[in-house]
């Protein structure tokens, strides 16, 4: 950095002093022939200028798209994070599901589905496979008509059935005005709706 500073230095200092020696060395003569020959080397000058535009104008727009990369990666780094995070939170619900499946004192703190209804186990289960639905479904393992024949499928069980008649109206009143979880709700509630269609 140092040396390219100093060149950058000398060729400035050579700029002005090599005029002012020619000027005081030189007679009339000889510089209206050293004028002629700067402006004959006038395009040159011209041509070297330009390169040196277009090379700073490909330079500030090879910087421009890195940095456009750059907000890229971090973006889709932030929702790399987010989904890691919606993930884990997944699991901790899995985890607390099954602790209330295998034990009825923790299963009677999860609220009733329906007024008048005791949680079972049935019920923990059938909330696990829709959640594993809603999981493949939002991290991209299946697409929208896989998730609606996986769904059509789970609703030929009786239990699901009942599970989904029960606590549809929960579900969509939790899920309200929540964008994907809404979305997936109102796949659920198509499917059960296809399924129990005369």
Not at 31 to 58: E, K, M, N, Y
Not at 94 to 102: C, Q
Request: aromatic share 6%; net charge negative.
């Amino acid at each position: 950095m140092g040396l390219a500073v100093g060149a950058g230095l000398v060729l400035v200092l050579a700029c002005v002093l090599v005029p002012l020696f020619l000027l005081l060395r030189l007679d009339h003569n000889e510089l209206a022939r050293w004028s002629d020959i700067g402006q004959a080397l006038g395009p040159v000058a011209v041509f070297f200028s330009g390169v040196a535009f277009i090379g700073i104008t490909a330079a500030l727009l090879m910087q421009g798209r890195e940095l456009r990369n750059q907000r890229e990666e971090l973006t889709i780094a932030r929702e790399e994070q987010q989904r890691s995070s919606e993930l884990a939170m997944r699991e901790l619900h899995t985890d607390l599901i099954k602790m209330a499946i295998d034990d009825p004192e923790l299963r009677s703190v999860w609220p009733a589905p329906a007024p008048g209804h005791e949680t079972t186990r049935k019920d923990h289960y059938c909330n696990l496979i829709l959640n594993l639905q809603k999981v493949a479904y939002e991290t991209h393992t299946i697409d929208l008509p896989e998730l609606r024949g996986a769904l059509r499928f789970l609703m030929t069980s009786p239990d699901m059935r009942a599970f989904w008649s029960r606590t549809r109206s929960a579900h969509v009143t939790i899920t309200e005005s929540d964008g994907p979880e809404e979305v997936f709700t109102a796949e659920v509630d198509a499917a059960y709706a296809a399924t129990i269609a005369p």
